[in-house]
């Protein structure tokens, strides 16, 4: 049970917070795109955390349950209907003149990323108040 | 003799470190549904604690849960994080200290 | 800082068998408390080799225990030292004697 876990925890949690801004920045940009290679208007992504054991990269065995990592275990789709408007002159107009537009929250999704900002913080302080400890355990060998 | 000197002190800095560990991991786990906030007994570990070996976790409480379970409080973990640095601080400094004094006790006297 | 890896002190049995024919009983009572405090030097060695291994192969072994184990074998060893220096400045100072 090293200090040094804690820093892999920490490092974990800013992987899983960037994913998920990463995520509601794309859903953001794409709040208009009814079009994608898949056919169909975008689809608005969520991601899912868990929490998991962490690895080190020092150590081949996993870190006691004393160090809880999180990972991003899904990414999911939101696949309910899409918004229709009725634009007939867009091209992507259907046959009765309605465009499939992505489903969007930004509201939530603002807050969400707000959210995720203040938690990537909290988990730089977390890796700064830890190396400040392991430096004074350091200074115990002068 | 040295042992005795340094062992509470000692026993002190692994929970603190323990409690630190888990002060992470609550923070990196505070967007996770369903997870719950871990910490340790701290008094009745530091009484009864064997060296090497590691404190049992236990759920934290008195917390409220949000919607999807989770029941982590970032400004809880803050203060614990500061508070846990400050004791490890306060520990390492009063152990540099004992190790000073044996030492300049041996050495002290090596004039002749 | 390095740990010391090995213990070589060989005045020691040299010490043990000149002073054994003066006074038999007192210096086998002196040989075992020097073979007390050996042994003990080298229990605090061997547990800061094992803390150090433990902590470099990423066993998990907490830092502040690494340089605890360290700091408590130097000490212990510095202590033997300077008591081995009393011991064979009084055996000089003795065998210097005028009889």
Same mark, same amino acid.
Do not use: D, I, P
């Given at each position: 049970m090293s200090l040094f876990a804690a820093?892999?925890?920490? @490092?974990?949690?800013?992987? @899983?917070? &960037?994913? &998920? @801004?990463?995520t509601l920045v794309e859903n953001m940009a794409n709040a208009e795109t009814t079009r994608t290679p898949q056919g169909g208007p975008y689809k608005r992504k969520d991601v899912v955390f868990s929490s998991d054991l962490q690895e080190s990269p020092f150590s081949a065995v996993f870190q006691n349950e004393l160090a809880t990592g999180v990972a991003v275990s899904d990414v999911t789709e939101d696949n309910s209907a899409p918004e229709m408007r009725y634009l007939p002159n867009h091209p992507d107009a259907n046959s009765e003149g309605y465009v499939a537009f992505p489903k969007m929250n930004p509201a939530e999704d603002m807050a969400d990323l707000l959210n995720t900002t203040r938690s990537y913080q909290a988990n730089i302080a977390a890796m700064t108040a830890v190396k400040d400890m392991i430096t004074h355990s350091i200074d115990l060998l002068r | 003799m040295l042992e005795a000197m340094t062992a509470n002190l000692e026993k002190y800095m692994d929970l603190l470190s323990a409690r630190q560990k888990l002060s992470a991991s609550n923070i990196a786990n505070a967007d996770t549904p369903g997870y719950k906030t871990k910490d340790i007994d701290f008094q009745h570990e530091f009484m009864s604690m064997v060296n090497g070996e590691q404190p049992q976790t236990i759920d934290a409480q008195g917390l409220s849960e949000k919607p999807d379970g989770n029941n982590v409080n970032v400004d809880r973990e803050a203060r614990m994080l500061a508070e846990n640095a400050m004791r490890f601080n306060v520990a390492s400094t009063l152990l540099r200290g004992q190790i000073n004094s044996v030492k300049e006790a041996i050495t002290g006297g090596a004039s002749s | 800082m390095a740990p010391i890896t090995s213990l070589t002190i060989p005045s020691m049995p040299s010490l043990g068998g000149i002073t054994a024919p003066a006074a038999s009983s007192t210096g086998s009572a002196f040989q075992s408390v020097l073979g007390d405090a050996i042994s003990k030097v080298e229990n605090f060695q061997n547990n800061a080799d094992n803390s150090v291994n433990n902590f470099l192969s990423g066993e998990g072994e907490e830092l502040h225990k690494v340089a605890l184990a360290t700091q408590q074998a130097d000490l212990s060893f510095q202590l033997f030292m300077q008591?081995?220096?009393?011991?064979?400045?009084a055996y000089n100072q003795v065998m210097q004697m005028q009889v």
């Open positions: 820093l892999q925890v920490s @490092a974990s949690g800013m992987q @899983a917070e &960037r994913t &998920r @801004a990463e | - | 008591v081995r220096n009393k011991v064979v400045t």
